[in-house]
């Protein structure tokens, strides 16, 4: 079964708009954390959030902000007032603890997101 | 202070051939990691190195070697390429137990003919 799972291979959207992509994932730990990148073209790997599952509340990063649904096993990114510069690929990662506090990341398959002027 | 750097940017390379991508980090991190990123997909894990001179296999490490030389520099061998190992190269470094810790290089675009 896949660990990460993001849905929405691409999505437009209109400038200034409020955007939420979507991501859901599974494990049995009870101590994780959820991260989402931005690829831009250039293709570089950008760091915007991350939540941990014992946080009560939902992350937040300027105009980022991470819908963290424990129950649901859901971890949606939402960007508000989305800008031309946020046009990239958005990936969702999982980070999971092994060997001693080691930790991996396992990514999704990333959505593909293009904002309209 | 330059984060990670990977060397090279660009490698094609012919079938059968060997080389190594190296990277280096000088934000005196424990962790080191290797991806692999294939047209249309999230990043996969090919080797990490909690520390130095330990390493681990990740989800793909069929035909990949590594190398944790110090505590900056954390290399990845192709003994024998295959055009199946064409894909674009990330390196990462963390600090174990900070938030938002893995930092990526720039990563190498690896053609294998």
């Known amino acids: 079964a896949q660990k990460i799972t993001q849905t929405q291979p691409g999505m437009f959207v209109q400038e200034k708009e409020a955007v939420t992509l979507d991501c859901t994932y599974d494990t049995s730990d009870q101590s994780y954390g959820l991260f989402w990148y931005k690829q831009p073209s250039s293709g570089e790997m950008i760091f915007l959030i991350y939540?941990?599952?014992?946080?009560?509340q939902n992350a937040t990063e300027g105009r980022y902000s991470l819908n963290f649904q424990k129950a649901r096993k859901s971890a949606n990114l939402v960007i508000s007032a989305s800008q031309l510069g946020d046009s990239a690929m958005y990936f969702c990662a999982m980070r999971e603890f092994s060997n001693f506090g080691n930790e991996k990341l396992t990514f999704g398959t990333g959505t593909r997101l293009t904002i309209i002027p | 202070n330059a984060g990670v750097t990977q060397t090279p940017k660009f490698q094609v390379l012919k079938t059968g051939q060997s080389m190594t991508l190296q990277c280096a980090q000088d934000m005196n991190h424990n962790s080191m990691y290797w991806y692999r990123q294939d047209p249309g997909m999230g990043l996969r894990l090919i080797y990490y190195s909690a520390s130095e001179g330990t390493t681990d296999k990740g989800e793909v490490p069929n035909g990949y070697n590594v190398s944790r030389l110090n505590k900056r520099e954390f290399s990845l061998r192709l003994e024998s390429a295959a055009p199946s190992q064409t894909s674009v190269y990330f390196c990462a470094s963390s600090l174990a137990g900070a938030p938002d810790t893995q930092y990526f290089g720039p990563g190498t675009r690896l053609t294998v003919l």
């Open positions: 939540q941990g599952s014992y946080d009560e």
